[in-house]
């Protein structure tokens, strides 16, 4: 320190020399979220001041807590996210949509997509509750939590066996003496 006043224990600035009156508490970490433009930044201070945006201005609030991230997810597959204090509601970004999606803040979870209309399989994340365009045709799939049944016929020793897998998980023929490495199919083979 520069300086020291030992009635008060104030302390001089080591960068700039002003006088800093002392404090029993630490500084914390504060977050600041503008509601102007959606600015968001943190710093460590007592937050006891509002700050200015840096982007636009506005006069800011520091908060305790950072701002729960909300996901704002359509049935027509667009998908968003964003930080806010408040409940989120926006209209659908995507052209064809005229939907309004609230935002939700549990982050989506990883899905399995079986189209009943096509032969379309996959994984990827998502809700329960919001249906998701299928890639292959104009339907709608629901999610679910577990993997669909998928068929192996060795093309080499023509073995079969099914399990429960991830969309198009090549395995080896079970057969000790071939080992092929099969290509699943959702639609279980003729006989």
Sequence with gaps: SSGINAEYGVLGCTRCGDLVKPTLEPPQQ??????????FWDKVCYGNETESCLECGFEVVPRSEPPPTWYLW????????TQSYKLVTID?????CREKITGRTDAPEPMYYKCKAC????????YLDI????????AKIWPQKAPETQH????KCWMY??????PLEKLRCRRQDCKTL???VIERPEN
């Design 119 to 126: 032969p379309v399989y996959t994984k990827g994340t998502g």
């Design 30 to 39: 504060f977050f600041y979220l503008c509601a102007s433009c959606g600015t």
């Design 74 to 81: 359509c049935m027509c597959g667009e998908k968003t996210s």
């Design 152 to 155: 192996y016929l060795c093309p």
């Design 92 to 96: 659908c970004p995507g052209k064809q």
């Design 161 to 166: 066996f099914s399990l429960k897998s991830d």
């Design 182 to 184: 099969i290509t699943p």
């Design 131 to 138: 249906p998701q365009p299928c890639t292959g045709c104009p």
